[in-house]
């Protein structure tokens, strides 16, 4: 478990109860669809602080359970890193701190995983905006939990992708 110092907050301080962001706010900020949604709710959304929080509930439904250890499922690690972006993307739409109202991922840094994630768990998510250049990227370091256990945690970029581009190249969108 990292360091109380180093947790951009307590997991166990969360009213997991008090959704601020359901599914319908989420999906107005946020391009993915179906298998893609990567989160239930946003519980905490301060952008005085730049810090957010939300989860992911995770079923047997989700598409990488057959699959990905099919005698024991386990959510991938790339899943945890997206269900993070989700959420900084989420903050940064919503709050209009980029150019954009679509983010696309630029990078990840410093990932690392602590921790295994089964269905039946609720992947719980906090985010640290770390930079800003609204025309450029956004950087945040993220923190996943279980049970306040750490499961993943790790750093990000975020980059503005145009949304006439989505556009061109998926009609629907």
Known sequence: MARTKDLILDPASLDLTTVVADIDAIRSCNQQRFEMEQLTAVVLDDPDQGVIAGYKDITDAEFWVRGHMPSAPLMPGVMMCEAAAQLCSFHVVRHRLMESSVIGFGGLDSVRFRGMVHPGSRLVIVAQRLQVRPSALVRCRFQCFVENQLV??????????????????????
């Open 152 to 173: 993943c945690e790790g750093q990000m970029l975020g980059i503005p992708i145009p949304a006439e581009v989505l556009r061109r190249e998926n009609p629907t969108v």
